[in-house]
């Protein structure tokens, strides 16, 4: 794109110190401590395929894939014309009002790409309202089906479904430490999924069978008649990478359908090819759930965007004619926004031309065998992963003084990180935890290059913490 000739110069760029003043006196981050003052960030100034660089110029292979989701790495030309010519073409329509190709199109391109009969999109902007949407319509679906008091939301600890107030309410994360205010009493959470957290000796069969149970019991306890829902991650993302035990969401699949309980899965990190396919849930997990909620990937994080995907069979269930006047209240300004929606539609086209979900099917293995290499590590105490997501947990090995595993517990993963941005590798730090979701473009050689680098800042911080 050429710049338009009588468009005024743009501002001149800002040294990094003033802008990470500005950053600091102005803008509240997510997630923003209040309580202790946070270090200067980083100054993210420019990206390309699976590096960002920082004000200085330095550059780093992002291994977190910006926050899960930039799934076609950064700065593709043909994104930023896709985008570009819908702004030209509309920029913007009413979803009240009208309808639009993009929106549209994308709608039918995602209930293509979705299993079974999850035929019915309703667009939103991220992860969290797609969560929110989700929920919203699961009450109004029990309302409208004359059961106003099957109402509760089973989820689980560690899940992680967004920021809004409801989507945080089924949040699992750290919520014991939550200073916020959550809808306590919408919301029942089952314990830890965790296999590591397993007892020795408990195979994983057994394990699969008492986390199973652990649902089977809030259903008895709790009543299937107030049970409105189980929204579950595939894989817990945020909460640690967590593959559930085999078989597992299968037989919870089954439960919830034997209860006329909704089964909601949360593909806001596993959906657009994380794990080698449009979504996990029937591809890798054998499940076909009522619900999808999607966002990140769906447009490689150029936009936002987000997107709940319901069965056929739930609006037949609730769309009789004489209920004709009963309004899905809920809705966004930027609902099946056309701009962003043009954006999913690039992005699906660009992994489909450049068959990246077969990309990352071939190039897995290895990142799951570099992966689990890193577990020699004495101070190591779980690797896990599936497809393109990963995690290494600092172990809090029993036999260590309660200081050094206070300290490997709270700052293993932001020690890991600093070592690992000193050698040119982005890893998110999660307390005790280091995750990675690397853009799905990145090839073998670096992966190669990312694990060299983790295995040499792991081996570092090993010699300063243990
Ligand atoms: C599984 C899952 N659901 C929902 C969300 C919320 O998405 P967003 O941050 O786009 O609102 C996230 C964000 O990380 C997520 O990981």
Not at 36 to 59: N, S, V
Not at 108 to 127: E, I, M, W, Y
Request: aromatic residues 8%.
């Amino acid at each position: 794109m050429t710049p338009d000739p009588n468009s005024p110069p743009a501002a001149p760029p800002q040294d990094p110190q003033t802008i990470s003043a500005w950053d600091a006196a102005h803008v509240i981050h997510p997630w923003e401590s209040m309580g202790t003052e946070m270090p200067d960030r980083t100054i993210a100034a420019k990206a390309e395929g699976i590096h960002l660089y920082d004000a200085e110029g330095q550059r780093f292979m992002d291994g977190p894939g910006g926050m899960w989701c930039v799934q076609i790495g950064y700065g593709r030309r043909e994104m930023a014309e896709a985008i570009a010519d819908q702004v030209m073409t509309l920029t913007y329509n009413s979803p009240w009002s009208f309808a639009s190709e993009p929106s549209a199109r994308l709608a039918r391109k995602l209930a293509q790409l979705a299993p079974g009969d999850l035929n019915s999109v309703f667009f939103s902007t991220c992860g969290s309202s797609a969560v929110d949407t989700a929920l919203r319509f699961v009450q109004f679906y029990n309302n409208l089906r004359g059961r106003p008091e099957k109402k509760l939301f089973l989820a689980r600890e560690k899940g992680y479904h967004g920021s809004t107030y409801l989507a945080a309410s089924v949040t699992g994360k750290d919520r014991w430490k939550n200073p916020m205010d959550i809808e306590q009493r919408l919301v029942r959470f089952l314990p830890d999924i965790n296999p590591y957290h397993r007892a020795p000796e408990q195979g994983e069969a057994d394990w699969c069978d008492e986390k199973v149970e652990d649902l089977a019991r809030a259903i008895r306890v709790e009543g299937p008649d107030a049970i409105a829902a189980f929204i579950a991650e595939p894989v817990i993302a945020s909460g640690g990478v967590i593959v559930p035990p085999a078989d597992y969401l299968r037989r919870c699949r089954e439960l919830c359908r034997e209860h006329d309980i909704l089964f909601i899965s949360d593909e806001v990190v596993t959906g657009f090819g994380r794990l080698g396919h449009w979504f996990a849930s029937e591809s890798v997990f054998g499940i076909v759930p009522d619900i999808i909620t999607c966002a990140k990937g769906l447009t490689s994080g150029y936009l936002p965007l987000g997107a709940t995907i319901i069965s056929d069979r739930l609006l037949s269930e609730i769309s009789k004619e004489d209920r004709a006047e009963v309004l899905f209240k809920n809705g966004y300004t930027y609902s099946g926004h056309p701009v962003c929606c043009a954006g999913a539609l690039k992005n699906i086209e660009i992994m489909e031309r450049e068959r990246l979900l077969e990309h990352v099917r071939q190039v897995a293995p290895l990142f799951q065998s570099r992966l689990r290499d890193l577990g020699r590590h004495d101070i190591v105490g779980d690797v896990r992963g599936m497809g393109l997501l990963g995690c290494v947990e600092g172990t809090a090995r029993p036999d260590l003084p309660e200081a050094r595993r206070f300290d490997i517990d709270q700052h293993f993963g932001e020690r890991v990180d600093a070592a690992c941005e000193a050698r040119g590798l982005i890893v998110r730090p999660l307390l005790n935890m280091c995750v990675f979701s690397p853009p799905l473009i990145i090839t073998k050689t670096q992966i190669n290059e990312m694990f060299d680098i983790l295995d040499d800042a792991i081996s570092e911080v090993q010699a300063e913490m243990l």
